[in-house]
């Protein structure tokens, strides 16, 4: 199948765009729903699970969840919440790979959790033409065929302001935002796949938002992708 992976600066509205490129193609789109698909295979609340996503990721706190919350993770794979997250995504071409996955062992730690991460996107990237928004996706598929892996990026202060008005924020801690979800991105990266994510060996093309409108930008994308996908 074909995929686009987004890697995005915080607050560059590449989420938008990503998004606009999926619906023009056709493609499913995955961003968010990921951390809801995860809450519902492993019988875990959301909130909880989210603690572990790129923006909110934190050393100490992976490394910490070895030793505690054992049961985090319990109870995995039911065959009603595989039912549920199907229901979510699949289409009449999608298959239904979570079912080959009912029996494995509980995920108890973050270590686990990463790994799920990978199952997922792995599966989603070989069942259906799709756009994957981060999750360390580009390192993830970064060997895979048929792939195109994409980083957005735009000026620190274009970022700040876009939040400003986005959130209603003061510009101190608006930055600040920005500051702190870009280091726990980096991290998060770091930490699970040794990779630099500004590093642009990872990604075919890099792209400033502010140079286009979110429009002209995807249109740009989608001629690219078209040229170098096979779908």
Same mark, same amino acid.
């Given at each position: 199948?074909?995929?686009?992976?987004?890697?995005?600066?915080?607050?560059?509205?590449?989420?938008?765009?990503?998004?606009?490129?999926?619906?023009?193609?056709?493609?499913?789109?995955?961003?968010? !729903?990921?951390?809801?698909?995860?809450?519902? +295979? %492993?019988?875990?609340? &959301?909130?909880? #699970? @989210?603690?572990?996503?790129?923006?909110?990721?934190?050393?100490?706190?992976?490394?910490?969840?070895?030793?505690?919350?054992?049961?985090?993770?319990?109870?995995?794979?039911?065959?009603?919440?595989?039912?549920?997250?199907?229901?979510?995504?699949?289409?009449?071409?999608?298959?239904?790979?979570?079912?080959?996955?009912?029996?494995?062992?509980?995920?108890?730690?973050?270590?686990?959790?990463?790994?799920?991460?990978?199952?997922?996107?792995?599966?989603?990237?070989?069942?259906?033409?799709?756009?994957?928004?981060?999750?360390?996706?580009?390192?993830?598929?970064?060997? !895979?065929?048929?792939?195109?892996?994409?980083? +957005? %990026?735009?000026?620190? &202060?274009?970022? #700040? @302001?876009?939040?400003?008005?986005?959130?209603?924020?003061?510009?101190?801690?608006?930055?600040?935002?920005?500051?702190?979800?870009?280091?726990?991105?980096?991290?998060?990266?770091?930490?699970?796949?040794?990779?630099?994510?500004?590093?642009?060996?990872?990604?075919?093309?890099?792209?400033?938002?502010?140079?286009?409108?979110?429009?002209?930008?995807?249109?740009?994308?989608?001629?690219?992708?078209?040229?170098?996908?096979?779908?």
């Amino acid at each position: 199948m074909a995929v686009i992976t987004v890697s995005r600066q915080f607050g560059c509205g590449g989420e938008y765009v990503a998004e606009k490129i999926a619906e023009k193609l056709g493609f499913k789109f995955f961003h968010k !729903e990921l951390i809801k698909y995860i809450a519902i +295979l %492993t019988d875990t609340d &959301e909130e909880k #699970v @989210n603690k572990f996503d790129e923006e909110h990721h934190s050393n100490f706190r992976s490394f910490m969840s070895s030793y505690f919350d054992a049961d985090l993770f319990s109870n995995v794979f039911k065959d009603e919440k595989i039912d549920k997250v199907n229901d979510m995504i699949k289409n009449d071409e999608t298959l239904s790979f979570f079912d080959t996955y009912a029996d494995q062992e509980p995920v108890f730690d973050s270590k686990k959790f990463s790994s799920m991460v990978e199952l997922i996107i792995k599966n989603l990237a070989s069942d259906t033409n799709c756009v994957i928004m981060g999750r360390g996706s580009q390192c993830i598929l970064e060997d !895979e065929p048929n792939c195109l892996h994409l980083r +957005l %990026t735009a000026p620190f &202060e274009s970022r #700040v @302001n876009w939040l400003m008005d986005k959130e209603g924020l003061e510009e101190a801690v608006a930055s600040e935002q920005i500051k702190a979800i870009e280091k726990h991105k980096k991290s998060y990266i770091r930490h699970y796949y040794k990779k630099d994510i500004d590093d642009i060996s990872l990604y075919h093309a890099v792209f400033n938002l502010s140079k286009s409108s979110n429009e002209q930008l995807a249109d740009m994308i989608i001629a690219s992708a078209k040229s170098f996908l096979k779908f």
